[in-house]
Structure formats: structure tokens, C-alpha cells
């Protein structure tokens, strides 16, 4: 099982849709959780954070955490053509290793056509 | 400037060559790191500096060599790569080493020829 884990996609959606972004982890003790948007060609950047069970919101996006299911999602509320990019996810893991380590995922491909 | 900088952008070498990353951060964090980005493959992390030290060496070949003069700089050097590490080798900074909220350099795209 890989350790973090996300569909490749591409997910396509149209503009104004909602785009939903989903994320497994094997580690049941990670406590923090970070989604990450990578343009083509260019670096990852931080867009969210989450640590709690539930949602949190900032702007169109939404990070879900279900820390029982090991899964978190990033919604994106009014997809626009700029949010296409890659969005990884990034857990820290605490008890796989001796110390805490970031974990990333692979990333999802998101397309927003218009 | 502002953030983290990277040099060069791009960089095409051969496998006797001896070659530098440098890293330059403006955020006044604590906490420097290598990441190596391929493609279809998670970000792999490589060294992490707290303060000027390493605390974190993730089995990474000899052939890289991290370091680290003061909490604003760090270099990758590289000598006698393989074809395999060609990548996308990005630097990221953060307050503390804590892995979290990483702000990444813009990247050195890596060619071993």
C-alpha cells in the first residue's frame, strides 16, 4: 500500500463545477495534513492545511479530514481554467517512522475546461 | 528578492562533471531542504537543515553532498551522477523543522547525460 495515495487523474471539470480532490494515508497517527498546487512547470505551493476531524474552509476551497477513514479531500467550489495544476497531498507522518516525516502523494491532474 | 531562489533553472551534465544547486532563502526560516521531484514519482525528501545542521539524510548516494554555511544558503553538489537522477531538484524553507508549510524554490531541472 502505497503510503500516501491519489488518483493521477486528470480529472476534468467543467467551469463553475465543483472539483473534488481525494487523499488516502496508511498512517493512523498522522495528525497533520497539507494539500499542495503545482502549476506545470513550476514549484508546489502551500494552499491548505488542516489538523481536526471535519472541514475547513478558505475562499472556493474546502479541505475535508476523516482522520478514522484515513482520507482527506480539497473541494473546490467555482472551478475556474486557473486552478488547473496538479494538487498533491502531503501528510506528516508520526508513528512509521522515528521521527515526524512528510509524506507526499503523487498528485491529481485537475483539468477545468471552460 | 523575496522567497526561495534557486540557480541555475536548468542544468545538463555529464556523469565525470562536478556541478552545484544553490538555494538562497529570504523568509528568515530556521529549516532548509532537498527534495528530488520525478516524474510519476512522490516528492522524495533528501537532506533537511536545522539552523545550519543536518538532521535528516534520507539514504541518499554519496554522490549528493548537501551544505549548509549558515541558515539562508544551502547547496546540493553533485559529482558522478547516473542518467537516473536526472529530475527536478527543488529546495523548500520553512520556520522550523517541523516539515510543515513548506515554501518552495522555483526548482533546478537536472539532465545526466
Known amino acids: 500500500q502505497k503510503e500516501v495515495e491519489q488518483n493521477s487523474g486528470p480529472l476534468s471539470v467543467p467551469e463553475g463545477a465543483i472539483a473534488s480532490l481525494n487523499c488516502t494515508y496508511s498512517d493512523r497517527g498522522s495528525q497533520s495534513f497539507f494539500w499542495y498546487r503545482q502549476y506545470s512547470g513550476k514549484s508546489p505551493e502551500l494552499i491548505m492545511s488542516?489538523?481536526?476531524?471535519g472541514d475547513k474552509e478558505d475562499g472556493r476551497f474546502t479541505a475535508q479530514l476523516n482522520k478514522a477513514s484515513q482520507y482527506v479531500s480539497l473541494l473546490i467550489r467555482d472551478s475556474q481554467p486557473s486552478d488547473s495544476a496538479t494538487y498533491l497531498c502531503?501528510?506528516?507522518?508520526?508513528?512509521?517512522?522515528?521521527?515526524?516525516?512528510?509524506?507526499f502523494g503523487t498528485g491529481t491532474r485537475l483539468q477545468v475546461f471552460p | 528578492e523575496t522567497g526561495v531562489t534557486q540557480t541555475p533553472r536548468h542544468l545538463v551534465m555529464g556523469m565525470t562533471n562536478k556541478k552545484s544547486l544553490k538555494c538562497e532563502q529570504h523568509?528568515?526560516?530556521?529549516?532548509m531542504y532537498w527534495y528530488k521531484q520525478s516524474a510519476k514519482k512522490p516528492l522524495e525528501l533528501m537532506f533537511v537543515?536545522?539552523?545550519?545542521?543536518?538532521?535528516e539524510n534520507n539514504s541518499v548516494p554519496s554522490r549528493f553532498s548537501p551544505e549548509c554555511p549558515n541558515s539562508s544558503h544551502l547547496f546540493l553538489h553533485l559529482h558522478t551522477l547516473q542518467p537516473e537522477d536526472s529530475a527536478l531538484y527543488l529546495c523548500a524553507s520553512s520556520p522550523v523543522a517541523t516539515n510543515e508549510k513548506l515554501f518552495f524554490g522555483s526548482g533546478t531541472q537536472l539532465s545526466v547525460l
Open positions: 502531503a501528510v506528516i507522518f508520526g508513528l512509521l517512522y522515528n521521527t515526524d516525516k512528510l509524506i
Open positions: 537543515y536545522s539552523l545550519e545542521e543536518r538532521v
Open positions: 523568509l528568515g526560516h530556521n529549516a
Open positions: 488542516i489538523y481536526s476531524n
